[in-house]
């Protein structure tokens, strides 16, 4: 299998892009062959890393025979575009969560990908982490009966990394909800199966120099009176890594000595030009590859509880919390913490085997992210319609 990889082009050249750099190089089932990029300089960069084609235009993009999916990794607001270039150009899409910021432009990802016969997978998202998908197959296998409740909570410094400007304007898909929610959203659908019915959330924007949503609370109900609390904030000060052995959401041993370090460099900064020049510099061809994370990667503390035990979901296997006995299933070793998702990508282009994270899958979780904010305004339950 691994003699054809998938050959894949990348749009955007960001942020998202260098933190799946490393398990895509690690990956034999996909080959970086072209990208999309507006700026010069990224684009020599990536030529002199990977050679290959690189295009200053999608349309340039999509029109390259050799390139049989294109990881979209462009910002929220630029997906349905660039869906609509690429899926006409007969290319399969891999499209970084959330899929896009409003309803509409997801269904018309979903319409579009549909009319042109090609494949969308919504990712990398948490959901494809190796725990929580073994924890999907315990649970599937049905010796602990349902899944009754989750819990989920996550605490980080999000809201004080560096942001380009619209990433702090909820309406332009700025804020925790439509970035982060996402990730949780994605982690207790897969876990809870099912269909989720509605939503009762509460935000919290409690920066006036960062006027976005920045923590929320949120129960979300699924049929059969389950129900899943998702708990985030992007103005800690505690970090729940700490309940995670001390790993961080990439996968690497978090360094507790650099506690602080988001505020400090943006202490530094004093402008939102300013600011976007900090993220720019943490993108493809300012920065080197990150090494290989050694571990999973994680969304904060996830525990599930069950009819006949609860699951407490680490970034090393699952603690399973029996009636009468406790256990830890390990997680096997992995070629790279994004591995499930390439696997997903690879296995959905050249078997057929299509896995939940699709375009229609992304757009449910990415109304729950909207129910999330519509609940916090108006302080009712918010009903769902596009859960299937
Ligand atoms: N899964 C993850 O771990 C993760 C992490 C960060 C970001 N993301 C997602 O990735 C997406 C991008 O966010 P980011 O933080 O990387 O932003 P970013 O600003 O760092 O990167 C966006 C890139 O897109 C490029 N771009 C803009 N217009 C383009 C065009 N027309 N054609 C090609 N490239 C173009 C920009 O030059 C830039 O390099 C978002 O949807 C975000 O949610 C995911």
Excluded at 33 to 45: G, L, N
Excluded at 132 to 161: C, K, P, W
Aim: hydrophobic share 40%; charged share 20%.
């Amino acid at each position: 299998m691994t003699s054809d990889p998938i050959r894949l082009g990348v749009a955007g050249l960001g942020r998202g892009f260098v933190l799946t750099l490393p398990s895509l190089l690690a990956d034999r089932r996909v080959e970086l062959v072209a990208c999309a990029a507006p700026r010069k300089e990224s684009r020599q960069a990536f030529l002199g890393q990977f050679g290959g084609r690189a295009y200053p235009s999608i349309e340039e993009l999509a029109s390259d025979p050799d390139v049989e999916a294109v990881y979209i990794a462009t910002p929220h607001q630029m997906h349905r575009e660039h869906t609509a270039v690429l899926a006409a150009g007969g290319k399969h899409l891999l499209i970084e969560k959330p899929l896009a910021i409003s309803i509409a432009d997801a269904t018309a990802i979903v319409e579009m990908a549909e009319r042109a016969g090609v494949i969308v997978i919504t990712g990398p998202s948490h959901s494809f982490d190796q725990p929580v998908q073994m924890a999907r197959e315990l649970i599937e296998a049905g010796q602990f009966g349902q899944v009754r409740m989750i819990h989920s909570l996550n605490y980080t410094d999000f809201l004080y990394r560096p942001r380009r400007p619209e990433e702090l304007v909820t309406e332009q898909g700025g804020g925790v909800v439509f970035s982060q929610a996402v990730h949780q959203v994605d982690v207790v659908r897969l876990l809870m199966g099912g269909t989720a019915l509605s939503v009762s959330a509460a935000t919290g924007a409690w920066d006036p120099a960062r006027p976005t949503e920045g923590a929320y609370a949120a129960l979300v109900q699924f049929d059969g009176g389950r129900f899943a609390n998702l708990v985030y904030s992007g103005y800690a000060h505690y970090d729940s890594d700490v309940l995670q052995d001390d790993i961080g959401e990439l996968g690497f041993p978090k360094d507790m000595t650099a506690y602080g370090g988001a505020r400090r460099a943006l202490a530094a900064v004093s402008t939102p030009g300013e600011e976007a020049a900090l993220k720019s510099g943490r993108t493809f061809g300012a920065v080197d590859t990150p090494p290989l994370a050694p571990g999973s990667e994680h969304f904060g503390p996830v525990i599930v509880s069950c009819d006949r035990a609860d699951l407490r979901l680490t970034p090393k296997g699952i603690e399973i919390w029996g009636d009468d006995r406790r256990e830890f299933v390990a997680t096997p070793a992995s070629p790279s913490p994004r591995a499930e998702v390439f696997g997903a990508l690879h296995d959905a282009i050249r078997i057929g085997r299509i896995p939940a994270q699709t375009g229609r899958w992304g757009r449910a979780s990415l109304e729950i992210c909207h129910a999330i904010l519509e609940s916090a305004r108006t302080g009712e339950r918010t009903g769902l319609r596009h859960q299937n």
